[in-house]
Nanobody, 123 residues
């Protein structure tokens, strides 16, 4: 069971760090992705990492502002979010998928999902 945390209310320009852990389930070489879903919108992939080659991808909407990192010792991944904008308001999810080279933003490529954590950017 994936557990995402770290969401909250932040002012525009602020920062948050999301965490995703999987107690008792080593990430190993799984593909891991971060997605978000705003009200009335489709789920959007924003960052992912390949468990094989460590390659990362970022959606254009977050590139340069968000950073995906992984702590293998703690079996936890993080999404550092800086320069937050109101458009970043959404429920954020982490997900794991099959081991593969590279990674995708296709929700169907991911098999296990966390419960989501709400991020609200507002003054």
């Amino acid at each position: 069971q994936l557990q995402a945390s770290g969401g909250g209310l932040v002012q525009p320009g602020g920062s948050l760090r999301l965490s995703c852990a999987a107690p008792g389930y080593p990430f190993g070489r799984d593909t891991i992705g971060w997605f978000r879903q705003a009200p009335g919108k489709e789920r959007e992939g924003i960052s992912c990492i390949s468990g094989i080659d460590g390659s990362k991808r970022y959606a254009d909407s977050v590139k340069g502002r968000f950073t995906f990192s992984k702590n293998n010792a703690k079996n936890t991944v993080f999404l550092q979010m800086n320069s937050l904008k109101p458009d970043d308001t959404a429920v954020y999810y982490c997900a794991t998928g099959k081991t593969r080279f590279g990674c995708t933003f296709v929700p169907g490529d991911y098999e296990a999902w966390g419960q989501g954590t709400q991020v609200t950017v507002s003054s």
